[in-house]
């Protein structure tokens, strides 16, 4: 089993849709979580960090649950601009080494 | 400020070759990292360093080497090249205690034919 398992998608949703997805992680010891975006062909980008009591920035919230042991990206208001893999990221400590990125979620935003 | 940069960006070799990846960036970051990004495999960690004169395995070590002789370069080096080595390469550099926040060069496509 992955440490780290997002659904990789494609979720296809029209322009001004609500769209959700989420990841879930095997290590009950993981301590950090962060959403990351990824542009076609492009570097990876940090997008937010996601907190026990759930973390909003504009259009995008994230959320943790613990004892369910997933993390979730909810996206209001989809832009064509959204459309992107987004990374689940995991950590377990403050080591470069405890870092686990997910595959990835690949959202298309249609006209 | 130009950030993390990555050069070449497309490279094609053949079983055998040999080729080094560098990597620069200017931000001063202490922590530098080597990934491998496959399709459905995720961002894996090859080598990482924590400061200038240090490197350490991590998850896919196995046919690369590093090395960090300046605290602002990183490199990668492949010995003997293999097809099951033809991915895109990032890297990426963070300060000490934020290493959940790394900044990604543009990447480097490579083929092994």
């Known amino acids: 089993r992955k440490e780290v398992e997002q659904d990789p998608g494609p979720f296809n949703v029209p322009e001004g849709a609500t769209v959700a997805f989420n990841c879930t992680y095997s290590?009950?010891?993981?301590?950090?979580f962060f959403w990351y975006r990824q542009d076609c062909r492009k570097e990876p980008k940090l997008l937010m960090s996601?907190?026990?009591s759930g973390n909003e920035d504009g259009r995008f919230t994230a959320q943790l649950n613990r004892a369910s042991q997933y993390i979730s990206l909810l996206i209001r208001d989809s832009k064509l601009s959204d459309s992107a893999t987004y990374l689940c990221v995991v950590t377990s400590g403050s080591s470069a080494s405890k870092i686990i990125f997910g595959s990835g979620t690949r959202l298309s935003i249609r006209p | 400020n130009a950030g993390v940069t990555q050069t070449p960006k497309f490279r094609v070799l053949k079983t055998g070759q040999s080729m080094t990846l560098l990597c620069a960036q200017d931000m001063n970051h202490e922590y530098m990292y080597w990934y491998r990004q496959d399709p459905g495999m995720g961002l894996r960690l090859i080598h990482y360093?924590?400061?200038?004169?240090?490197?350490a395995k991590g998850e896919v070590p196995d046919g690369y080497n590093v090395s960090r002789l300046k605290k602002q370069n990183f490199l990668l080096g492949l010995e003997s090249a293999a097809p099951s080595q033809t991915s895109v390469y990032f890297c990426?550099?963070?300060?000490?205690?934020?290493?959940?926040?790394?900044?990604f060069g543009p990447g480097t496509r490579l083929t092994v034919t």
């Open positions: 360093s924590v400061g200038e004169g240090t490197t």
């Open positions: 290590n009950s010891a993981s301590q950090s």
């Open positions: 996601v907190y026990s």
């Open positions: 990426a550099s963070s300060y000490p205690g934020l290493t959940y926040e790394q900044y």
